[in-house]
Nanobody, 122 residues
Framework: QVQLVESGGGLVQPGGSLRLSCAAS????????MGWFRQAPGKEREFVAA????????YYADSVQGRFTISRDNGKNTVYLQMNSLKPEDTAVYYC???????????????WGQGTQVTVSS
């Protein structure tokens, strides 16, 4: 079992930055691939970024490539999402998730956090 708790969301102006954190419980954090997803009102949950177990490989949605950076600290059981150059279309609830393989499909991830709201608006 893995419990995930996101933090760091909030209201930011277009062009601004936020850093999301996702803290995991348990001693097996490094056994999991970690992903970030987001869901805007009326839309399906979509892939944002993922990172492999060691942190040596990262994957991004085209819409965030070059603006967002995913990283992890296995010693702190935490995965991060640094979001720069934020746009209004980045507004959504952001979720972290833990799984066994790096995929972009939400249903393949076993554990989910409760989500944190990110709102980009002037």
């Amino acid at each position: 079992q893995v419990q995930l708790v996101e933090s760091g969301g909030g209201l930011v102006q277009p062009g601004g930055s936020l850093r999301l954190s996702c803290a995991a419980s348990g001693r097996t954090f490094s056994s999991y691939v970690m992903g970030w997803f987001r869901q805007a009102p009326g839309k399906e949950r979509e892939f944002v970024a993922a990172i492999n177990r060691s942190g040596g490989s990262t994957y991004y949605a085209d819409s965030v490539q070059g603006r967002f950076t995913i990283s992890r600290d296995n010693g702190k059981n935490t995965v991060y999402l640094q979001m720069n150059s934020l746009k209004p279309e980045d507004t959504a609830v952001y979720y972290c998730a833990a799984g066994m393989i790096v995929v972009r499909t939400p249903k393949m991830y076993e554990y989910w956090g409760q989500g944190t709201q990110v709102t980009v608006s002037s």
